[in-house]
């Protein structure tokens, strides 16, 4: 918490980053909201060349060609007008390809401000919101951002999440699906379980991953009034520093998140973004050739990090989360770092011991194992010798 006036400036409080600060006297302009608050940190993103990206979850492939074409072509004296506030092309794609009505589709900068909008307009009820306990980090900010309880639900022995334990009283249910950091899909048949008995309150499929192996849930729309689902193009349209992201729902969910954005930006995505993003979703034979590309590259890398010892939880998404039982995961992280590799440690109860290791190119998973092997040499002598 910020120190009261006339404090010492040798005293701190946890910045917007969790990290202990020190005090300035400008803190007493903060909003109390904001003292204390713990604000999502997102993955190392170096400076320089050389380095082997495994840690953000990034595409390791090029955008569709036809998306940077047409967002080449959108870069001329138009810019000097206002995007089209409602995004129309684009929801009228988007809605084309999911089967849905246009009033059905709502687009914003990138998934994380769609589920803000959802935080703030859809599951602010005085009850808690039920996450899962391993999951992505930004849902417990949201709550803090927004003065909603929190309620974490624990993954089960095998990291995976239990729906019959979602039936408690709630505000509203978030769930990734495939999970992150876990990479682990629900079945369609579990979550329309799960909407069939929770229909007090908006349950939220965040589907940044889906595209990887998994079932989307917009199949379910139109059945459960109550079911939002995101989806992003950064993941598997390669498209991450576009930012556009989309929600999936009915009309009267959607005119929620329509109102949270009117009261705050009506312009969230730009005209290139608008163009290039549009052009992904329609570029459907490159989106099909760049997934494939990376399931291959997954299944190849999660039998090799078997081979060297490591345990991986079954993914379906474009990362493995894994632990050799022999390693120190923080040690092994510091240890690629040198190596110019990054991967994502995550020093949370349960996966202290676990590495989240996005899936790059071939190349790029070729060059982890290598680095592995090599660091892991000791570990797999001794195991010979004690085999001996």
Request: glycine residues 6%; proline residues 7%.
């Amino acid at each position: 918490m910020s120190a009261a006036p006339g404090r010492s400036q040798a005293s701190s409080h946890r910045s917007l980053q969790g990290e202990a600060t020190p005090v300035s006297e400008a803190d007493r302009f903060w909003s109390p909201a904001l003292r204390g608050l713990r604000a999502y940190t997102p993955g190392e993103q170096p400076q320089g060349g050389g380095w082997i990206k495994l840690n953000t979850n990034e595409n390791p492939y090029p955008p569709s060609p036809l998306a940077l074409r047409r967002m080449a072509e959108a870069v001329d004296e138009r810019l000097r007008l206002y995007p089209d506030p409602q995004a129309l092309a684009l929801r009228q794609t988007i809605a084309a390809q999911q089967g849905l009505q246009v009033d059905q589709v709502f687009v914003g900068n990138g998934s994380d401000e769609v589920l803000a909008h959802a935080f703030m307009g859809l599951l602010r009820h005085g009850k808690p919101v039920l996450v899962p306990d391993i999951s992505y980090s930004f849902y417990p900010v949201y709550c803090g951002l927004y003065g909603i309880t929190c309620q974490q639900v624990p993954l089960d022995d095998s990291f995976r999440v239990r729906v019959a334990d979602y039936l408690q009283p709630n505000g509203g249910i978030v769930l990734p699906n495939p999970n992150a950091p876990t990479g682990i899909a629900l079945p369609l048949s579990e979550l329309r379980w799960l909407l069939e008995r929770n229909t007090a309150s908006v349950v939220v499929v965040d589907e940044a991953y889906v595209d990887f192996g998994a079932e989307s849930a917009a199949t379910l729309i139109d059945e459960f009034p109550q079911l939002l689902v995101i989806q992003t193009l950064s993941k598997s349209r390669a498209l991450a520093g576009l930012r556009v992201g989309f929600a999936l729902g009915h009309a009267d969910l959607i005119r929620a998140l329509n109102t949270v954005k009117d009261s705050f930006n009506s312009y969230p995505l730009d005209r290139v973004a608008q163009v290039g993003a549009q052009a992904a979703l329609e570029d459907q034979a490159h989106f099909h050739e760049i997934t494939q590309r990376i399931v291959n590259s997954r299944e190849w890398l999660a039998a090799r990090l078997a081979a060297l010892g490591f345990e991986c939880l079954p993914s379906s998404a474009n990362f493995l989360l894994a632990r050799h039982p022999q390693r120190s995961a923080s040690q092994l992280q510091q240890a690629l770092r040198e190596r110019k590799i990054l991967v994502r440690h995550f020093n949370q109860a349960r996966i202290a011991e676990h590495l989240r290791i996005t899936v790059g190119s071939q190349p790029e998973c070729e060059a982890l194992v290598d680095a592995l092997s090599d660091l892991l040499a000791p570990v797999q002598s001794d195991n010979k010798v004690a085999s001996a």
